[in-house]
C-alpha cells in the first residue's frame, strides 16, 4: 500500500480531491500514518451523509454465485492465496455479473478505517470497476485500470464476464505483457477488439504510447461530467463512476 486518495462530491460537483503517499512502511507504521491524517486533514472529521471505502488488494478470487457458500469464505481464498492472521477476508456480492468477489485485506489497516469512519461502506476497487465497466460495455472489450503499482484487466462480452484480476507492474513493459497474456489466454483480436484505459494513465504516457504499437484500438475512457469547484481535474487520470 502506497497511497490513500478521497474525493468530496455531491452527485455533479467534486469539491476536495486529495492524495497522500506513503514511503515504504511496514502496517504498523501504516496505521500510525493514517491516524495522522485523521488528525490534521479537518476534511476527513465532518459528518457525511454516506462514506464508501474502497479497498486495493492483489489478494482476491471470483466465485460463482451458484457455487458460493459463505461458510466457506475464507476456504476459497485460501486455495490460491497466503493467508495470516493479519488478514482479514471479506467478500463484495457482484449480482449484476452473478458472481461473488472474495479478498483479503490487512486487519489492522481496515479496523483503522473502520474507527474512524463507523458508517463506510467496504468493498474492493476491482468489484466497483467491474460493475461500472459492465454497465458501459458494448461488445467483447478488455479494460485495464492502473493505480500505482497494480494493473487491474477485466473481460466483458456485453455483460458477460469474461475475465477480471489484479497484477503488480512497474513498467510499460510490465503492462503490455499482462495485456498480451489476457489478449491471447482469451483468443482475443489485437486488430479488432478495444482496450479501454483508465486510472493513472494519459496520451502522453510511455504507456499509452507501447500498447498503442501492438493494438489498433487502444481508447482511453471518458470522464465523468464532474465541475471541480477548488481545484482542476488532474490531466493524468482518467476517472471511472464507481458505482454505489
Not at 110 to 121: G, I, K, S, V, Y
Not at 161 to 185: E, P
Request: aromatic share 14%.
Amino acid at each position: 500500500m502506497d497511497r490513500f486518495f478521497y474525493v468530496v462530491k455531491t452527485d455533479k460537483q467534486v469539491f476536495a480531491l486529495r492524495t497522500h503517499h506513503f514511503p515504504a512502511h511496514n502496517y504498523l507504521q501504516l496505521q500510525v500514518a493514517f491516524q495522522h491524517i485523521f488528525q490534521n486533514d479537518r476534511l476527513l472529521r465532518l459528518p457525511y451523509r454516506k462514506v464508501r471505502i474502497r479497498l486495493l488488494s492483489s489478494l482476491t478470487t471470483l466465485i460463482p454465485s451458484d457455487l458460493y457458500d459463505a461458510a466457506r469464505t475464507r476456504f476459497y481464498l485460501e486455495h490460491n492465496a497466503v493467508l495470516t492472521g493479519e488478514h482479514v477476508v471479506l467478500e463484495d456480492k457482484l449480482f449484476e455479473v452473478g458472481t461473488h468477489q472474495v479478498y483479503a485485506f490487512n486487519q489492522t489497516i481496515f479496523e483503522t478505517l473502520q474507527t474512524q469512519f463507523p458508517m463506510a461502506e467496504f468493498s474492493h476497487v476491482l468489484s466497483n470497476l467491474i460493475i461500472a465497466y459492465c454497465r458501459l460495455n458494448k461488445g467483447k472489450t478488455v479494460y485495464a485500470n492502473l493505480i500505482g503499482t497494480y494493473i487491474q484487466i477485466v473481460v466483458l462480452d456485453g455483460t458477460k464476464l469474461l475475465f477480471a484480476n489484479t497484477f503488480t507492474q512497474h513498467t510499460d513493459k510490465d503492462v503490455m505483457y499482462f495485456v498480451g497474456l489476457v489478449f491471447n489466454q482469451l483468443d482475443l483480436d489485437w486488430k479488432k477488439n478495444r482496450l479501454v484505459l483508465s486510472g493513472e494513465i494519459s496520451p502522453e504516457s510511455l504507456t499509452y504510447f507501447t500498447l498503442q504499437k501492438y493494438i489498433k484500438h487502444v481508447e482511453l475512457i471518458d470522464n465523468p461530467k464532474y465541475t471541480f469547484k477548488h481545484q482542476q481535474a488532474p490531466a493524468s487520470w482518467r476517472f471511472v463512476e464507481l458505482t454505489s
